[in-house]
């Protein structure tokens, strides 16, 4: 499996956001996608998703241009997105949100069980409303409902986002698994430091421009690109 963005150019309207975003992603392989405010990051997620109209470049999986498949079709090729927010049905139980993934793709009931596996604090809450639930139980169940499709990709836009340190673990626990079990994961964070414990590659991206790329262990050695392109100081 490998998920390649070459020179990916797109925006809204007539407003260009992306303007050469390129990486490549393998099984297996959990990639933090960094950035300020603003850097094209989300547009990214939404480009892979085919939410986005690509003006150039190409975005492939497996050799296959995305381009060529309907947007509704994305996620049976086994991509799944975790918008920022989260994006509950609120009024539909826990469950019911679930199964809602198992629709987008290849898979059947079983799954639910590997996703109660992953968070067993699901399975007490099945019958309630998604709305009513906490942002970290919210959080579990939207990345329980992309899990449901089985995908080969994992598009996660600020997981951790309001998360309490317990929740965050979870969360991070999950990732790890996951990478275990062969799913890619493109992971769009703010909070860097989390975003390094679980990586295995680090792109930076800089006004919708792939800036530089590296690896977790070349920024303990220089953390200057964090600086210089999120922001922090470690
Ligand atoms: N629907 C839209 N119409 C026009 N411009 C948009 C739209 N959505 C996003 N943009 C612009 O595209 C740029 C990139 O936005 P994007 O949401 O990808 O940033 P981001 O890196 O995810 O930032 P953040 O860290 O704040 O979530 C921003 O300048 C934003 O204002
Ligand atoms: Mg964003």
């Known amino acids: 499996m490998r998920l390649a963005l070459e020179d990916v150019r797109g925006g809204y309207g007539r407003v260009a956001v992306l303007k050469g975003v390129s990486f490549t992603l393998d099984a297996g392989e959990v990639l933090a996608l960094l950035g300020r405010n603003g850097a094209g990051k989300t547009t990214t997620l939404k480009a892979i998703m085919r939410l986005l109209p690509v003006r150039s470049g190409r ?5 296959t241009d995305l381009a060529d498949r309907a947007p509704h079709s994305i996620a049976a090729l086994g991509i799944a997105y975790v918008p920022q927010g989260r994006r509950l049905f609120p009024y539909l139980s826990v469950e019911e949100n679930l199964r809602m993934g198992l629709l987008a793709g290849r898979s059947n009931v079983r799954v639910l069980e590997a996703v109660y596996a992953l968070f067993p604090a699901l399975r007490e809450r099945l019958r ?16 329980g409902r992309a ?50 414990r679980v990586a295995d590659r680090v792109v930076f991206l800089q006004n919708g421009l792939t800036a530089c790329e590296t690896l977790p262990a070349a920024l303990e050695q220089d953390p200057e690109p964090l600086y210089r392109y ?5």
């Open 59 to 63: 975005i492939a999986l497996d050799g």
């Open 128 to 143: 309630q409303r998604a709305g009513t639930l906490s942002g970290g139980e919210q959080q579990m169940v939207a990345m």
């Open 147 to 196: 899990l449901a499709a089985s995908p080969r990709v994992l598009l996660l836009d600020e997981p951790f986002e309001g998360l309490q340190p317990s929740l965050v673990e979870g969360i991070l626990r999950a990732i790890a698994r996951l990478r275990q079990s062969g799913v890619a994961v493109v992971l769009v964070e703010q909070r860097v430091d989390l975003a390094l």
């Open 230 to 234: 999120v922001g922090v100081r470690r």
